[in-house]
């Protein structure tokens, strides 16, 4: 069974150019989640996704970052226009609806803001 | 709202020897806790998680973890830690399956 997938896993991009990252998650999994971490730090939730609806997205910061999961399945998390702050690992996860705890993660996009 | 304290930041173990990494939990309401780990270039991965069943809870490659409600506590252990052990580790707390708080994380090195 393949994981979630996530790409790209490096970016480098100079600051107030947009960026956007990739995911598809595990098959049958209704629940998409987007992560931010940063270095030394754990991961702090950006969004959930239950199917196509956004159910918190709370913590995303909506001035610049955007998020969809078109069709409920993949996802995409844009930037626009990044911040040196903006430096960090996005990671996405997926879970069963019924809401076990598990998370499965991706690898992670690992952003550099020059 | 719910948070974990993971109390160190690194452990150091040498091959063989046992393993704690300590965490403490504040929660409204009685809390389902995990931990996962992450080992370098790779997703993270539920180690274990106590719903409110058992408070010792096993879990993959040897790990165990206790809930202690009277300290907050949720340490995890393995009795002998092996080289590919060494990785992140994060003690999570949710009040709610859907919604994960993450620790610091603890970084565990292995020596031969």
Known sequence: EAGVVQSPRYK??????????????ISGHNTLYWYL?????????????????????SQLPKDRFSAER???????LKIQPAEL???AVYLCASSLSEGTGELFFGEGSRLTVL | AQSV?????????S??????????????YSPSLFWYVQHPNKGLQLLLKYTSAATLVKGIN?????????????HL??????????????????EGFQKLVFGTGTRLLVSP
Not at chain 1, 12 to 25: L, Y
Not at chain 1, 40 to 57: F, H, K, M, S, T
Not at chain 2, 69 to 74: I, N, Q, R
């Open chain 2, 62 to 74: 040897g790990f165990e973890a206790e809930f202690k409600k009277s300290e907050t506590s949720f």
């Open chain 1, 85 to 87: 702050g903006d430096s």
């Open chain 1, 70 to 76: 078109l069709k409920g399945v993949d996802s995409t």
């Open chain 1, 12 to 25: 480098i991009i100079e600051k107030k150019q947009p960026v956007a990252f990739w995911c598809n998650p």
């Open chain 2, 5 to 13: 304290t993971q109390l160190d930041s690194h452990v150091s173990v």
């Open chain 1, 37 to 57: 971490q940063n270095l030394g730090q754990g991961p702090e939730l950006l969004i959930r996704y239950e199917n196509e609806e956004a159910v918190d997205d």
């Open chain 2, 15 to 28: 091959e063989g020897t046992p393993v704690l990494l300590r965490c403490n939990y504040s929660s409204s």
């Open chain 2, 77 to 94: 252990t393995k009795p002998s830690a092996h080289m590919s052990d060494a990785a992140e580790y994060f003690c999570v707390v949710s």
